[in-house]
C-alpha cells in the first residue's frame, strides 16, 4: 500500500482534461494507504486573477472533486492554504532549489512568455508544489503528463535535501495514465485542454450542460481525409476524439478508432460517452452544492489531518538544517 498525493489549482473551472488526465485516476487511487488530494489555492495566486472569482473557483473545484468521486471518508481532501506548513517547508525548498533548473521549466517558460508582468511565485511554483508532497512522505503522484517534469523537480530536491541534511524527505515519483495524459484542445488540437485558453469553445468543462457538450464536440477540428485512425502526429484532431472517447469508454484509442470509419459518427459516439460520464458527476454537484456547510466541515476536517501530518515532516526538515525548535 502507497501514499498517494494530487493537487488541482482553482485558476478556472475544472476542465475535461483535469478529469481524464488526473482525476478519474485519483478517484481509483483513494483507497490506498493514505491518499491526500488538496485544491492549491496558493498557486492560483501566481497568474493574474480577480479574488471573487478565486473564493467561487476554490469552492467549485473541492465541490467538483468530490462530485467526481473523491470520498472524504477514504481520503484527506483538503484546501492548501489551510496548511500553513506547506509555504514553510517551500521556503527551506527554494534554498535547495537553484535558479538554474527552475528557469528551465517548460511550464514556467510557457506560463511567462510574452507576458508583461511575471510574478516570482509563478517562477518558485514548482518548490511551492514540491513542499505540497514532500510534507505527506509520499510515493506516488498521479498526474497528467504536465505536471511530470515538476514531479521529476520533486524528486531532485528531496535527493538533494536528503544529502545535504540528512534522510528527512520520501522521494516521490509520478504516475501518469496511458491514455488520455494530455488531451487537447479541441479546436487546436495540437495544444492542451485547458480553462485558460482564450476561447471555451475547444476546452469542454466538467459542468457543461449536455448540450454544449454536444456542440463542442460537433464542432471540433478534425484533420484532412476522410479516414478514422489513431495517429497523433498526421491526425491530431481525429486521434484526440480517439482518445476521448477511449478514457469515457475506459479501452485504447487504436481499438476505438476500428469502430468508426467516418468523422461524424466519431463525433456522436465520442459526445454519447462524454454525457453518460459527465451527467452523473453534474447530478452529485448539485446535490453537494446544495449544503455548503457540509463542504466546510468536510474541508476542515481534511485540514486538521493534513496538518497534523505535515507539522511533524516539518519539524524533521526545520531541524535537519539546522533550525532551533520553535520558542
Ligand atoms: P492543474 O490544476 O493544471 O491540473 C490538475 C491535473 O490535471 C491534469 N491535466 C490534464 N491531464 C490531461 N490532459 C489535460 N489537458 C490536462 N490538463 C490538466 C494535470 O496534469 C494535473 O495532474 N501544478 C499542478 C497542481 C499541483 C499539484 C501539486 C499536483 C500543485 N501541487 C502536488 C500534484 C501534486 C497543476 O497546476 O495542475
Known sequence: MATVLSGLQPTGPVTLGNYLGALRHWVDEQDQDQAYFLVVDLHALTVAFEPGRLRALVTESA?????????????TLFLQSDVAEHTELAWLLECT?????????????DKSAGQEFVSAGLFTYPVLMAAD????????????????????????????????????????????????ARVKDLQEPTRK?????????????????PEVI???????????????RFDPQAKP????????????TGTEPEAVAKDYS????????????????????????????????????????GADKARSVASVTLARARDAVGLLPRH
Open 63 to 75: 465541490l467538483c472533486m468530490m462530485a467526481a468521486g473523491l470520498d472524504p471518508e477514504r481520503c
Open 214 to 228: 454536444e456542440r463542442k464536440v460537433k464542432r471540433a477540428v478534425t484533420d484532412t481525409g476522410t479516414e478514422v
Open 193 to 209: 485542454m485547458s480553462a485558460s485558453a482564450a476561447s471555451m469553445a475547444g476546452t469542454i468543462l466538467l459542468l457543461d450542460p
Open 133 to 180: 508532497i514532500l510534507l505527506y512522505d509520499v510515493d506516488q503522484v498521479p498526474v497528467g503528463e504536465d505536471q511530470r517534469q515538476h514531479v521529476e523537480l520533486t524528486r531532485n530536491l528531496a535527493v538533494r535535501f536528503n544529502s545535504r541534511y540528512g534522510d528527512v524527505l520520501t522521494v516521490p515519483e509520478a504516475t501518469v495514465p496511458k491514455v488520455a
Open 237 to 248: 484532431g481525429v486521434s484526440n476524439l480517439l482518445t476521448i472517447l477511449a478514457a469515457a
Open 97 to 109: 532549489a537553484s535558479f538554474g533548473e527552475l528557469s528551465r521549466m517548460t511550464q514556467f517558460k
Open 262 to 301: 467516418r468523422y461524424g459518427d466519431l463525433k456522436k459516439a465520442t459526445a454519447e460517452a462524454l454525457i453518460a460520464v459527465l451527467e452523473p458527476i453534474q447530478a452529485r454537484y448539485r446535490e453537494l452544492a446544495a449544503d455548503p456547510a457540509a463542504t466546510d466541515a468536510i474541508l476542515a476536517k
